[in-house]
């Protein structure tokens, strides 16, 4: 039995035995002894009454309580979610089949071409802000654990993912101080319910420069183009080079001409409004941009603005597409722990201090902990709780194994925290997500038998086009699919819908979308964390050269050459060639649209190559 196995078995005895005792003393109208863990017998009754209780409790909650996720399911389900949100003209790869070409003038009033990207969630808005942290977190979950996606054969699938929405951003970005950052606009796409095919609604595109700034989302899709950059470094450099000179661009603009991008696009405000300002985007860019080049501006940056731009200041229980210091304070303890800070170490301690802080927070040890739900939970808002869930799952994932690979623990307000406890718990958090909860309910669409069927999503709520192509009116959307109380006719496979509630209730209806509407920054993060667990440790050192971006190790971790396409035809998002899957085949009867992975798998983690790579690890250490 694994540790993690028997942590659960000890957990559902106890928590039987509380439950047995709780109803035995009911009956005898006798509260509950606040001792009740001890070996005291406060209850009116035998002991053996009292364990068999607790046993036959037990025995009927493991089944569900101990099944053991396929996290390698679940990754590729993720995955293939972005497929849904796809707005443009669709590649023959596409495997969400219900779907079909969309927003195909977008930018054509403005005298630009923004075909493609992602609309956000359950809407056919491109908001700009939230997508490009979408990016973001789409590559950091690559560059740390890329080795885990691609032993899943998901590894291809998650790169055209980060590709969609990079080649958006360049099409995004025509001039270096020009960033288009919205197309659309949520007031006109609210009122009415089309699938995207048949989009009436105003598609006008707005825009930042110098003379109407956005900092926040300059800043955001620099940090964005700067983490893809190396996520295709090996893969294709000159993308990879095209994307960084985006990057470097788009910082320049943000750091140069400051100001909230929501008041330049006043549209954004209702729906993704820059309420933390832009100073965490500044910082949050600067340290993706020095991953990417280790230019010695970006650190100087970092540390001669930490204190000045809230890095060191900011004590932080949330991250998310508008707060991103947590994840700044993150990616500075790693450049701290790999002996990088140079001479601001000691201002970079002070940002780890308050990466700790939100680790603890998490975890229920610091000093101003987070709330939970009485299932567990983390609980920060009811509308679309879960985006909070994921993003700080994969910061304590990551975390954990910096500590881990430099041999270290955390200390706590309420003591020391090993390593391991981190990682425990986000795989928690996950769990939770995929069905581990009050409820027995999957959060994730299509995972488990009993997921959300009603989801906030124009798109999945309204047959398929390819089916019936009789055109969905604005208004009539809503009378004829809106208000059905029936389920959706597609299925939005691998979509985290917003979740349950501070009590764990959920209700799951079309029109309750502050809990049944999904995101793409809800799915995001989760990919990192889903790797993880599904390719466990494998002994890798998270605190060495990345493996994706060290020149020395480009041959051993580049794409397979069968796989190599012309960059021309690359960069037109031409298929890979199909190749034998490593996924889980779905359960018997579900609509899930994960077919063979055609895209990119890394052979390096098959056969002799695991002794290849233990080679270059010994290498490095050396």
């Known amino acids: 039995m694994t540790k993690d196995q028997q942590a659960s078995h000890t957990f559902l005895f106890t928590y039987s035995l509380h439950f047995s005792s709780s109803i035995i003393c009911q009956r005898q109208q006798v509260p509950p002894h606040p001792n009740y863990g001890r070996v005291e017998n406060p209850w009116r009754f035998p002991p053996s009454l009292i364990l068999a209780s607790a046993l036959v409790l037990a025995h009927c909650l493991l089944p569900t309580s101990l099944a053991r996720h396929d996290y390698g399911q679940a990754l590729g389900k993720s995955i293939l979610f972005f497929e849904a949100q796809r707005s443009g003209g669709l590649p023959e790869n596409q495997r969400v089949s219900w779907r079909s ?32 942290f979408t990016g973001t977190m789409m590559s ?44 659309g606009d949520g007031n006109s796409d609210h009122y009415c319910w089309q ?14 420069d110098p003379s109407k700034p956005g900092s926040d989302l300059a800043g955001e899709t620099a940090a964005a183009m700067a983490a893809s950059s190396r996520v295709f470094h090996h893969h294709d450099s000159g993308y990879s080079g095209e994307l960084l000179r985006h990057a470097k661009q788009l910082f320049e603009l943000a750091d140069k001409y400051r100001g909230k991008y929501d008041r330049s696009i006043s549209v954004a405000q209702k729906y993704y409004g820059s309420v933390s300002g832009y100073n965490d985007e500044l910082l949050w860019a600067a340290a993706w941009l020095y991953q990417a080049t280790h230019n010695q501006y970006y650190l100087n940056y970092l540390g001669n603005n930490a204190d000045s731009l809230g890095g060191t200041g900011w004590s932080m229980t949330e991250f998310g597409w508008d707060v991103k210091y947590a994840g700044v304070q993150t990616l500075i303890a790693k450049l701290l722990m790999q002996g990088k800070a140079g001479h601001y170490a000691s201002v970079f301690e002070q940002d780890q201090q308050k990466a700790v802080y939100f680790m603890c927070a998490c975890l229920g040890k610091g000093t101003r902990n987070m709330q939970r739900t009485p299932g567990g939970l983390l609980f920060r808002q009811r509308w679309n709780n879960l985006q909070f869930v994921t993003s700080a799952s994969f910061l304590l994932a990551v975390y954990s194994d910096y500590l881990s690979s430099a041999g270290r ?51 999945s709520s309204i047959v398929s086009i ?7 009116t604005c208004r009539g959307g809503y009378a004829d699919w809106y208000l059905r109380r029936a389920s959706d006719p597609n299925l939005l ?24 509407e999904p995101a793409t920054y809800n799915n995001a993060p989760l990919l990192g964390i889903l790797a993880r667990l599904s390719g466990g440790h ?19 971790l580049r794409l397979p050459d069968r796989y190599i396409t012309p960059e021309s035809n690359f960069r037109r ?31 390096y983690i098959m056969g002799e190559q695991r002794k290849d790579l233990q080679q270059i690890q010994s290498d490095c250490e050396e």
């Not at 298929?575 to 609509?591: A, D, I, L, W, Y």
């Open 573 to 603: 998002g031409a298929s890979f060639p199909e190749t034998n899957s490593h996924s889980t085949k779905p359960e018997t009867g579900s609509r899930h649209e994960h077919s063979s992975n055609g895209g990119a798998e890394m052979d």
């Open 538 to 556: 494998s002994g890798y050192n998270q605190l060495l050269p990345g493996m994706m971006v060290t020149r020395r190790n480009q041959l051993k």
């Open 140 to 183: 950091w979950s690559i560059l740390e654990y890329g080795r885990h996606m691609a032993s899943s054969g998901e590894l291809g699938h998650a790169m055209e993912a980060v590709k969609w929405g990079t080649d958006y951003f360049i099409k995004a970005h025509p001039e270096p101080h020009v960033l288009y950052g919205e197309v």
């Open 466 to 472: 390819k089916v019936n192509p009789t055109f969905v």
């Open 409 to 459: 623990s955390m200390q706590c307000a309420s003591g020391n925290v090993p390593a391991s406890e981190l990682l425990s718990f986000a795989k928690s958090q996950v769990d939770y997500i995929l069905g581990d909860n009050p409820r027995g309910t999957s959060y994730m669409v299509g995972y488990g038998s009993n997921y959300p069927r009603q989801v906030h999503h124009r798109g």
């Open 101 to 132: 070409n969309s927003g195909l003038s977008d930018g054509k009033a403005s005298g630009v071409d923004l075909l493609g990207g992602y609309y956000d969630a359950g809407d056919n808005v491109k908001f700009g802000l939230p997508m490009a």
């Open 195 to 208: 699938r995207p095919e048949d989009m009436t609604t105003d598609r006008r595109a707005y825009r930042i």
């Open 493 to 516: 496979t691998g979509a985290v819908v917003g979740g349950p509630d501070a009590y764990d209730d959920f209700a799951d209806e079309r029109d309750n979308y502050e809990q049944t």
